[in-house]
């Protein structure tokens, strides 16, 4: 790809790009996910990965092993996200590194521990444990990710390991950290629980109406639009007459589940922010299937 190439010469590229990689996606997300213990956090890492490696590759004639290179700019991303927004059960950053720089059989209850329950290892253990116990992925293939040997990559399992268990039992005696801090007033779930009744009542004008007039979309892994252009967006739930939206909590936000038919699992999420009454910012991620089924969802 050449580096003077137009937006609009690059669609194409881009939506190539974006097919070589679509089956990584999921395995980057539960990787990324768990690095920074949040399943919608670590979706937006995987997009800024994503971005990136796709600039890289419209600079650039040559492309490298791809599997390996997405997990190493994946995991760079994500310690710089950890940066800019710490939480309080977050590693310092200072033990954090700019690269990724026991047994040979995963387990299977760390593939079942909570996001959260990942920050509290160190970031190299996390890291290792991720890509071998979620990811599956062999120790002469995690040891070349880490730059490191298979002795060493080993030792960081045990740690890792132990440490992931201690913490994962400890939590189970404490209160849920996610439910205990809900990011939204009451007068934005006023706002957002009218916004979902219209919704459901099929009532696309009203809506609109709801819309601010600088609103925008974020149609996650496809496409954004802004203004007026977002009113068109409806027009693809208009011909589902199944699907439903739920006002719900998920990792301690306010969120809009879509459920299609008898579900009682979303198929997928919505955020929205609001701007007073008006809604300023739809973000659907309708096209990201699997990031549902990594979140705990329940209905307010």
């Not at 390991?161 to 039992?169: E, H, N």
């Not at 967006?233 to 008898?262: I, S």
Request: charged share 25%.
């Amino acid at each position: 790809m050449s580096n003077t190439s137009t937006p609009t010469e690059l669609a194409p590229a881009r939506e190539t790009f974006l097919a070589l990689v679509a089956e990584l996606r999921p395995e980057l997300h539960r990787y990324c996910s768990r690095l920074v213990g949040s399943a919608i956090d670590g979706e937006d890492v995987v997009q800024d990965t994503l971005a990136k490696a796709f600039y890289t590759l419209s600079q650039s004639p040559e492309v490298p092993p791809l599997r390996p290179w997405l997990f190493r700019i994946a995991h760079n991303t994500a310690i710089d996200f950890l940066r800019r927004y710490e939480r309080r059960f977050v590693t310092p950053t200072a033990e954090l590194p700019d690269v990724i720089d026991g047994s040979d059989d995963a387990h299977p209850e760390v593939q079942r521990a909570a996001l959260s329950t990942f920050m509290a290892l160190p970031a190299t253990q996390r890291s290792a444990v991720i890509l071998k116990d979620v990811l599956g992925l062999s120790l002469d293939d995690i040891a070349a990710q880490h730059g490191a040997t298979v002795q060493a990559v080993k030792a960081l399992l045990v740690r890792g390991r132990a440490a992931l268990s201690a913490r994962a039992q400890a939590q189970a005696h404490e209160p849920s950290a996610w439910r205990d801090r809900p990011e939204t007033t009451e007068e934005e779930r006023v706002v957002l629980a009218r916004y979902v009744a219209l919704f459901n009542q099929r009532d696309w004008d009203g809506v609109r109406s709801m819309l601010d007039e600088e609103v925008r979309l974020d149609l996650v892994a496809k496409s954004q639009r802004q203004g007026k252009a977002v009113g068109l967006y409806y027009t693809n739930y208009a011909k589902e007459p199944d699907v439903r939206l739920v006002l719900g909590l998920a990792e301690g936000r306010v969120v809009l589940g879509v459920f299609r038919g008898d579900a009682t699992s979303p198929a997928s999420i919505i955020l929205v922010e609001t701007a007073g009454a008006k809604v300023a910012l739809v973000r659907d991620f309708r096209y990201v299937p699997y990031l549902a089924s990594a979140l705990e969802f329940t209905p307010l």
